[in-house]
Structures are given as C-alpha cells and as structure tokens.
C-alpha cells in the first residue's frame, strides 16, 4: 500500500513539473531559436557574416551568463515564500530584485562597449573583426532591456506560472526573423548591414518583450494580489545582499559552463571561416538541444524550493527525481536527432559543403553529452531550489576548467584536432559536473536543515 501511495505521490509530481515545464521549456526553446535565426539568417549571407556572428554571440552571451545566472536567485525565492504562505513578502523582494537587473545590465552594457577592442589580443581572424564590432555594438542597446525581462520572467516562474515566458518568446521570434533579414540584406531600400543589423532585430526584441512583460505583470489579476508595482522601493542593502549571496554563485556556475562554450568557439576562431562556421551551427543546434533540459531544471527549482519552503522534505526529493525522469525523454529524443540528422541539420544552416560536413560530425559529438548535460542542468537546478549554491559553484569549476578545457584545448589545438578535439573536451567536462552535482545534491537533501514550521496556506499548488 505505501508503495502504491509512493508511486502516485511520485506520478502527481511529474504531472505538476511537466505543466510547469513544458512552457519554459518551450520559452527556452524560443531563446534557442534567437540563435538559430541569427545564424540562418547569417549563413545564407555569406560564411564571413555567419563566423562573425559566431564570435560575436560567444562574446556577447559570455558576460550575459553571470547577470542571468545572478537574477535565477529570484524563483527560488519567490517558491519558498510561496510555499511558507508569505506571499506579502514577495512584491518587495521583486522590486529589489529590479534594482539589481538595472545595475546588472548598466554594467554588462559598459563591458560590452569594450569587447571590441579585444578582438585584435584574442587572435580573431582579421577578415571578419569588423563584421563582429558592428554586431556587438548593436546588440549592446538591449542589453538593459534583457537584464529587467529575466527578472520579470523569474518572478512569473517562481510563481508557477511558466506560460508568458513561452508566449513572449515566440513573439519575439516573430519580430526578429523579419527584421533580421530585412536589415542584413538591405531590402526595401535600407542599407546592406550583414552582421550589424541582426545585432540591432536582437536589440529591438528585447526590448518589446521587456515592454510587454511589464505590462502584463501589471494588469494581470493573477499578480494583483502581489502589489508588485504598488509603490516605489529604494534598494535595500539587506535584501541585495541576500540575493547576492545565493545568485552570485548561481551565476559563477553558469558562467563556467557558458564560458567553456563561448572560448572553444574563441579558439576555434583562430583556425578559419569554415572551421568557425562549422562550430557555430554544432553550437546552435547542441544550445537548443540543452533548452528543453535547463527548463526542466527551472521547474525543478521552482518545486524544489516550493516543498522546501513548507518543509517536505520527502517533497522536495520526489521533485528532484520527477525532474530527472522528464529529463531523460527529452535527452533520449535530442541524441537521436543528432545521431541519426546530423547531417541534414547542418545542412540547414548553411550551403557551403566544408561548412556541412565539418558541422554535421561536430554534431555527433553533441550525441555524446546529450545525457550527461541533461543530468548536471537538472541537479544544478534542484540544488538552486534549497538554495545551495556556492558548493556547486566551485564544482563547476573543476568540472568545466579543470577537466573540460585543458582536454579540449590540449587535444583540439595541442594535438591538432581542431573542432573535433576541442567538442571531446566539452564533453568530458560535462559528464564531470553530471557526476559531481548530482552527488552534491544526494548529499544535500538527505542533510539540510528545513524550515521550523510551513504555514498551512503553502500547500503544494
């Protein structure tokens, strides 16, 4: 009988993080998209356009990741507040948290204004470093825009409510994809700006969805009760230091992850065009691939944190695991694309035949570590939900540049395999952090101290 009992607790938690999932998975998949018309569009201009979007996306997402992984402090917060029935105490947490992705993006603004200058000491082919300056100094302008959407869409996602981040994304997309071809091709009489102009189509959709979000968190009745803009909060250092303290480290993770991407595509930009091409569209299609897996592990944050907050400990272990059984069908789809497509995927991005082939083999490294990025997203997203952070921060550390890019860059450029060796080392390193996080969260949630008390008004949703 309380094995019957255990296994329906356990279906109903699937259930609920798959509803929760789904949406972000789907907005997530949205983000994938932006790279993915970016780079369409890039391609069928031309190879240059297509390396120097490459590079200039690897330099424009790598100091993105720590703002982003900075704000993920926010659903955690929000779903044990939630789950302990202080919801009160939310709409001034969301305010702070405002104030912390305007300064944020301020300063990701002000970095971004300077990558150009580092094109020439990084070893970037010379033929395509103006094409990549006029990209970052389009896309720099959304930058504000982006910082205050991942904080509004934070906030709808700790509150169990995934469906505008999906909705908003794919509206998005439907303003890039037009004006992105329009103004790299130069039609209807604007000017040809290649690069330049899907750097400007990514400004202007972040800024209409910050627009929008706002809006709706406004006027929605879903959120009336949260008073999120009921009045004007200066920042309060206590609380910015309180999410400082979980997000900092949130974002030192995702920064070793991302930047392990972002510099094999740096140095595979000293090798050539065809060889930055080839990683780039790997890249894009192995970067959509990792969507539906980090919004699963979104959702497991969120329920995580949610029976942490009412203390149920046996809770938040059955999210946990929900979270890895949805991730496992997902994975399971995503390594049989790439095993059995890889070369008709490649195809899609490009028409040049070096650039295919080299990207469709680079895919079937992408194969290799569709399980064990699945599983190090997932427990890095259920140990966000208890809110243990620096731990895994310093495991990531050793998992990404410990293990990952002294492999890869020995074997890619010391040995002399190029993108391939340099994908061997991505892979190590992600089965690393696969083995050593979901350890730490085994670890984790047999000893953490739960809250005293749940209200009884935290009952799971």
């Not at 470093?129 to 930058?143: K, M």
Request: proline share 5%; glycine share 12%.
């Amino acid at each position: 009988m309380h094995t019957l009992e255990t296994r329906s607790h356990f279906r109903r938690e699937v259930g609920r993080t798959a509803r929760l999932a789904g949406p972000l998975a789907a907005g997530h998949l949205s983000s994938g998209l932006v790279s993915f018309v970016d780079a369409l569009i890039a391609g069928h201009h031309g190879t240059a356009t297509l390396a120097a979007v490459s590079v200039g996306t690897a330099l424009f997402w790598l100091p993105m990741l720590a703002p982003m992984g900075t704000l993920m402090a926010l659903p955690p917060a929000v779903s044990q507040l939630d789950g302990a029935g202080r919801r009160a105490d939310i709409g001034p947490l969301f305010r702070q948290a405002l104030w912390l992705a305007v300064f944020l993006g301020l300063v990701l603004f002000a970095l971004l204004s300077l990558a150009p200058q580092l094109l020439g000491l990084m070893g970037i082919t010379p033929a395509i470093v103006p094409e990549v300056t006029a990209f970052l100094n389009a896309v720099r302008w959304g930058i504000p825009a982006f910082t205050l959407y991942l904080c509004m869409r934070y906030l709808s996602d700790g509150m169990h409510w995934s469906l505008p981040t999906m909705l908003l994304g794919f509206g998005g997309l439907c303003v890039l994809a037009p004006v992105a071809y329009v103004l790299t091709n130069g039609l209807f009489g604007l000017p040809e700006l290649g690069a330049e102009g899907i750097g400007l189509a990514t400004s202007l959709m972040f800024w209409l969805q910050a627009l929008g979000f706002a809006l709706y968190l406004a006027r929605s009745m879903r959120f009336a009760g949260l008073r999120l803009f009921a009045q004007w909060d200066w920042p309060r250092w206590h609380t910015q230091r309180e999410l400082l303290r979980t997000g900092l480290p949130i974002g030192v993770t995702i920064t070793m992850e991302g930047g392990l991407f972002a510099v094999t595509a740096l140095l595979i930009g000293r090798l050539g065009e065809v060889q930055v091409a080839a990683h780039q569209v790997a890249l894009n299609v192995a970067s959509m691939c990792f969507m539906l897996p980090f919004g699963i592990a979104e959702a497991t944050t969120v329920r995580v944190g949610h029976a942490f907050g009412r203390s149920d400990r046996d809770g938040l272990r059955r999210a946990a695991f929900a979270g890895f059984a949805l991730m496992l069908c997902t994975q399971t789809a995503s390594a049989l694309l790439l095993l059995f497509g890889h070369g008709a995927v490649a195809s899609l991005y490009s028409a040049d035949p070096a650039v295919i082939a080299l990207g469709g083999s680079l895919l079937l490294y992408a194969a290799l570590f569709q399980f064990p990025d699945g599983v190090q997203v997932v427990s890095a997203g259920a140990l966000r939900g208890l809110k243990d952070t620096r731990v895994p921060m310093w495991l990531a550390v050793i998992a990404y540049w410990g293990v990952g890019m002294p492999i890869g860059a020995g074997l890619g450029l010391g040995l002399g395999w190029g993108p391939r060796g340099m994908w061997l080392g991505l892979t190590a390193g992600l089965s690393m952090a696969a083995v050593l996080l979901a350890f730490r969260f085994r670890n984790s949630s047999r000893t953490i101290v739960l809250p005293e008390a749940a209200s009884p008004d935290g009952s799971s949703p």
